[in-house]
């Protein structure tokens, strides 16, 4: 059974936040559990109860060569009793790719395709097909978000967060972000942070919410520049940044992810955003696994 392990908040301590009156706590989802990490254990935790339920063995989905979500699919379904099937994105990267590694070693059969047929993978035919070719399954979509990811990730806030004023989190495809919006509370802002190009992510968030009939009781804002090109792009000045962030708490960040939403907080901080008297929770929405393929694809050494 998928069972969470203990979460800590931390109190990061900088002269920045001291210099502006403003406290930040990092929310661990990191540690939630030793294979499924972050956000992904939420996303997937009804997601799998649903499928049991409903009599499927095997499971479905989608991502990239070193997405955090076939990662944890692949670890969480071993654990939970499925067995599980992902659709990659391009080209076979076995045995030289980490997570496909990993994700294979769990028992997660992997089938590569194309970029141009990837991009079909919401349509009935494709899906279709898909069924043709492996029969039963229960489909969980690329980065597993639905309305059962939603109401697993409404669960990150605790009561033990009333007291933080503001709300940080990462933005791919919304479901960690609408699920905070449903739980904050009003005298709470939530902040989401794009690690996608383009200003699109506003609409397609707002539509996530509208569409899960979410109204938030606090105010919500979304940031659409500090995406350092888009989706899995980073550059020097955020790959220093993480590494300096690193050296000041001991906390690994991801430059896909978390070390966007953490370069915009203290970016957001030096302009004067936030009142005196703040408390602000970011929300470590785990995805370090990927680091290592990371590091290995472009030559860097980003802490682990």
């Known amino acids: 059974m998928l069972l969470p392990n203990p979460i800590s908040t931390q109190e990061i301590h ?8 403003i406290r930040l706590s990092i929310k661990r989802l990191d ?10 254990f939420y996303k997937l935790k ?18 990239g060569a070193f997405s955090n979500h076939i990662h944890a699919t692949a ?6 009793g499925f067995k599980s099937i992902g659709i990659i994105r391009g080209e076979e990267t ?25 991009r079909k993978k919401a349509e009935d035919s494709f899906i279709e097909k898909l069924k043709e070719k492996f029969g039963f399954f229960y489909l ?21 967060d009333a007291e933080f004023t503001h709300i940080g989190c990462s933005i791919g495809t919304g479901g960690t972000f609408a699920g905070l919006a449903e739980s904050i509370l009003s005298h709470q802002h939530l902040l989401g942070f794009s690690s996608l190009k383009g200003d699109f992510i506003h609409s397609e968030t707002n539509h996530l919410l509208e569409e ?21 792009k980073s550059g020097a000045e955020l790959l220093d940044f993480i590494k300096w962030f690193y050296s000041e708490t001991q906390i690994p960040l991801d430059p896909i992810y ?26 470590h929405s785990g995805g370090l696994q990927g680091i290592a393929g990371f590091n290995q694809r472009l030559g860097t050494s980003l802490p682990l």
């Not at 670890?75 to 939970?80: I, K, M, S, T």
């Not at 980490?98 to 769990?106: R, Y």
């Open 212 to 232: 899960n009939l979410i109204n938030p009781l606090g105010k919500y804002s979304i940031f659409d520049a500090y995406h350092f090109g888009g989706y899995g």
């Open 94 to 118: 076995i045995p030289s790719n980490p997570t496909l590694s990993f994700a294979k070693s769990e028992g997660m059969q992997l089938d590569f395709i194309n970029r141009e047929d990837y």
């Open 258 to 283: 978390t070390g966007k939403m953490m370069f915009g907080i203290i970016d957001l901080i030096r302009k004067d955003f936030f009142e005196k008297g703040s408390h602000i929770l970011a929300i």
């Open 14 to 21: 900088l002269p920045l936040l001291e210099e502006n009156g």
């Open 46 to 63: 009804y997601n799998l109860e649903e499928a049991q339920k409903s009599g499927f063995s095997t499971v479905l989905t989608f991502g």
């Open 31 to 40: 540690q939630v559990h030793n294979l499924v990490s972050g956000n992904k």
């Open 140 to 160: 969980i979509p690329e980065g597993g978000t639905n309305s059962l990811a939603i109401k697993g990730t409404k669960e990150i806030l605790g009561k033990e």
């Open 75 to 80: 670890a969480a379904a071993r654990v939970e």
